[in-house]
């Protein structure tokens, strides 16, 4: 119910800022600027509820993994347990990028500087599993 509710939450504010963007074309550079300013904030804010929301979920059904995850690895940034708890999930790199509104591309980087950051060198051994084994 309150994933619904945050999805339709999410749709409504994305209508309002294509909206907005639309008006925008006719105003002036100067209050253009300023409404782009506005549009990015309602972005950011609906994004950081939408992460919120999703690890208070991911927390009840993976209650230890960010423990484990910081005590394996204490120098971790917030992005990048965040990028840990969606591999724990097995999503792809396309996934979190359009999850994320991120490129592609930035998730492959920061894929390769987590695993730069937690020791992985090993072609073998992939992110991906030695995330899913914590």
Same mark, same amino acid.
């Given at each position: ?12 504010? #994305? ?5 907005? #963007?639309?008006?925008?074309? #006719? ?29 208070? %979920? ?52 920061? %894929?390769?500087?987590? %695993? ?19």
């Amino acid at each position: 119910m309150k994933v619904m509710k945050t999805l339709k939450k999410k749709e409504s504010i #994305d209508d309002i800022c294509n909206q907005l #963007d639309e008006l925008k074309k #006719d105003l002036k550079p100067t209050k253009s600027k300023q409404l782009t300013q506005l549009v990015k904030a309602l972005k950011t804010s609906t994004q950081k509820d939408q992460w919120e929301e999703f690890e208070l %979920r991911f927390k009840e059904v993976h209650t230890d993994f960010y423990d484990q995850l910081i005590s394996l690895y204490p120098d971790l940034t917030a992005n990048e347990r965040r990028l840990c708890a969606f591999l724990k999930l097995n999503m792809t790199t396309k996934e979190i990028a359009s999850l994320t509104q991120q490129s592609v591309r930035a998730i492959e980087m920061a %894929r390769f500087r987590l %695993r730069k950051k937690i020791g992985i060198t090993n072609t073998e051994m992939s992110l991906d599993s030695v995330i899913s084994n914590i």
